[in-house]
Each structure stands twice: as structure tokens, then as C-alpha cells.
């Protein structure tokens, strides 16, 4: 039996990720009385992260799971498993499975804060270059949005969250409203001058532009300056890189319009055909398996993508027999990540009298420079790729007791190692129809909803990008004299970057898309869908920025339309 809950709320968001966030804190800033409901446990800024200050030393397996606890992980092992430092952030596949009819890597964060408190932190605009992307190959569906419509969206988010980097002037990569840029190295500083005097198709290289605080931003209690510890991953206690903990869910709880409810597994968008909008959602206490029913003018998905085309494929009803929205049947479709670890790596000889200060949480980064024009159109493959990557010293062998021992040990491991460099790069992801994601028949889990299951694969124009990754970071190393210049590629699966994306994507109509350009469910507008589940297309830069940003601008709108009494 459903208990139903007397509370009429003005929105309800369900997720608290980077985009859940986000959506709480500018509905509850615009003064509508906001219901947030997460699927996992309560993790509170600060108090919440057991492993902030541990040492090297202070993890018993040295930083590793147990093999039994590696176990837990058998998916997310393909590429790496949690570990001893950040594995309480994540779930493991035994207690939350999935199907896979083809290899996909979901790794899911369950609490508060979801994935904000462990993102890579890297922080890029899109550019008409990608928005029309899709128009201009015929690849996937137009977007009905341009670079202009986010611009103003872009620069609220990052004044916010504080984005360090440098403004380089690029088509490509539009500048932000940035902090001071973290430092490269000396090495990195030397393969950025090889790189502009070697080539001549316009490649540069520049510091990573992340959500680090290396300068002070307005209207952030209780965080202070980034502290180059370099333990993001644990949860910061200086709140020094954005997350929700530490930023959007405190701003919106100042409010007093945010009621926060963890343990709130949401399955359903309850839909009424009276009114052709939604009335609420249909909970699952995941302590108690008690279903509740919230009841809201306004609903936003912000669950992350997968689980929010999950929700969406789970609201069956008599107007909509394949999930919410979903006339087109393209609900679930064009599932996409980015595919990357396919770069090189090589030995730097000299530099022995420079080091560095700090532990810098950040890399450089060298955008993309291929299929821009007609000098650097590839014949291969449509779209590009950009390089993470970094130098540094140290060689970890020397602490090996065979190699070294006694004073010998000692002398040697206080002294910093040769260099080393390397990078990887992330690579564009098409929006194939046919990579997709759907109910299973047959397998569900503990709370008795249907499993995901993904039939999602990298297809020819991911593996010739693939090769061309490989090749221009070897070129790239060896111009610059680097030595033992080793190629790689892991060939790894789609989920793989964590950067999955796609579902419920955004177009002009309900024919061919799921939701419009704010951001609305086309046949029910009061439905918002803002994490990666409504991109159309991928870039190839790290698409958090670009999902805040959405998400801001979503809920702006959302909030006038609830003023004006539209969804009343």
C-alpha cells in the first residue's frame, strides 16, 4: 500500500550530484519550497569524510581494497577498483548490479553529493563547434541551443564554483571567467614551446582548467584556497574544489526553502492525465522498502544519466505505455561516454636541478586540434580528441628492498627521481541510435525494479580515432626529444571516462528527441531533465561545466514559469 504525503511541494529534485545541486540551489534561491530526495546515505560537508587526512601509512593494505572487497567491484575493476582512500564513495556491483548485453563500466556514487565529491574537477566550455556538430556531419540531431544561449549560463557557473585557468582565444575552447591558472612544471613548459615551434596546425598546450579554488569567489561560506594536497577524491575539509557538499546544497539549505531526504530511491515521475503534467514521484525508502508518494509542481531528473532514464522508462502509464515522454521511442537511445587511456608516455632526460612545489591536483591540457578545418580535416574519422596529462619526478622502484637496502635505501629515496611524462586523450563519442540502454525482462534488484541493462559499443569512427590518439602523442613526445617513447591504448569500454551521457536527449521536437531546449519533457513540461541524460552529442572535453550550466539556466526558467502560474 503507497503512503501519500500531505505536503504539496512547489519542486521536487531528485538527485544531488553536480546537477542536483545546482538545481536545489536556484529554486530554492528563487523562492520555491523545494523537496531534494537522494537514493543514498546522508554525507555531510567535513564531518562526512573519514579518510581527508590519512597518510600513506594510515591505510593498513597501502592504499588497496582486500581482494575480497576488490571482488565487490566487478565491474568497475576492468579499469580500477576503489580504493582504501575513496571506496565509501562508490557502490559496488553485488549490492547494486546492472546487465550488460554489451560491456558497459557504471561507476555510481550513492549519497549525498553523489559523484561532486570525487569528480576530476576539470572544467570546459563547449563551443558552436560542437553544438552544430550534429547539423553539420549528420551525426545524431540537430541541438536547438548555441553557444550563445549557455554563454550567460557558463559565466554564472564558473564566478560560482571558481574554474582557474588561462584564456588561450580559441574557436575550439572559449574562455571562461577563470581564477589564476595553476603552474606548469619546467618540463611541461619546455613541450609547450616545442609543441608551437614543431607544428603548424595551430596544437598548443596549457594548465588544466579546474574547479579548484586559487582565488577567492563571492558568496561561499566555509570554503577557503586549494591546498595542493592533491586527496580531492576523499572529500576536501577546506572546500577547496566544488562539490555539492561544499558549495550548492549549504546555499541552499541557507534558504530555508530546502528539505533534504536521503534513503529516497525514486522510480517513477507520477503522471496525471488530467492535467497532462507531473504530480509528484514514487519513492522507495531504500532502509525500510516503505513506497511513498511525493506530490510537487515541478519535477527535475538529476539522478545521473542512466538512472534518470532509468525513472523515465520505469513512468508507464496509459498516455505513455513506453516511459515518460517517449513518443518517439527514442528514450534510452544514443547512449554515449568519452573513450580515452590511448596517448604515450616517455622518459625526460636533464631538468635534475628543478622540482616542484606542492601536489598539484591538475594536469596539463592540449585541446583539440584535428577536423577543425581544412588543414586539419582527418579522412578517417569525424569529430576530435584532446590530451590529459602531466610531468613529474620519482621513481617508485627505489623503495624496492632487492634493488636498494640499508643506508643505501635510505640515501636514495630522499632524493627525487628522474622525469617522466605522459597523456592520455578523451576522445569524442557519437551519438549512435543504436548504443543504447533499456529495462531488463527478467532481472531486478533488491527493491524489486527492473535492472539497466546497456547495449552500448565504440564503433569505427571511435577506433580510428583511437590509432590517430596514439600516433600525434607519440609525434608530439618525440619532436620534443623525449626518450623510450611508448604508444598505448587499453581498449577499454564505454562507461569507462565516467562521463556517460545520452538517453533522454534534447531536440526541436517530440518526434526524434525527449526533451526541449530548457530542458522540459516536450509533452510534460513540468518535467526536467538536466544531468548528461539529455546531451545529444558528446564533445570531447569533460562535460560536468556544461551539465551546471544547462541545469542553472533550466531551473531559471523553471522558476519564472512556476511564478507565472504555468504550472498551477
Known sequence: MENSQDIVYDAIVVGTGISGGWAAKELCENGLKTLVLERGRMVEHIKDYPTMNKDAWDFPLRGHLSREEKEKYYTEKRKWSPSEENAHFFVNSIDHPYAETKRFDWLRGYHVGGRSITWGRQSYRWSDIDFEANKKDGH???WPVRYKDISPWYDKVEKYIGVNGEKLGLKQLPDGEFLPPMQLN?????LRKSMESQFDDGRLLTIGRSANLTGVVEDQEGRSLCQFRNRCSRGCPFGGYFSSNSSTLPAAERTGNMTLR???????VIYDAATKKAAGVKVIDAETHEKIEFRSKIVFLCASAMASVGILLQ???KRFPNGLGNDSGMLGNGIMDHHFQAGASADVTGYLDKYYKGRRPNGYYIPRFVNLDSKTKRKDYVRGFGYQGGASRGDWSLAIAEVHYGKALKDEILKPGTWRIGMTGFGEVLPHDDNKVTLSNDKKDKWGLALLDFDVEYKDNEWNMRKDMVDEAIAIFK?????NVNGYDTRNGPGSAIHEMGGARMGH???NSIVNRH?????????YVTDGAFMSSSSCVNPSLTYMAFTARAANHAAKEFKKGVFS
Do not use: T
Open 140 to 142: 545524431g540531431i540537430d
Open 186 to 190: 619546467c618540463v611541461e613548459k619546455d
Open 262 to 268: 536521503p534513503n529516497s530511491i525514486v522510480y517513477e
Open 315 to 317: 513512468s508507464k502509464s
Open 479 to 483: 619532436r620534443a626529444g623525449f626518450e
Open 509 to 511: 521536437n517530440a518526434k
Open 519 to 527: 530542458n522540459q519533457v516536450h509533452d510534460v513540461p513540468n518535467v
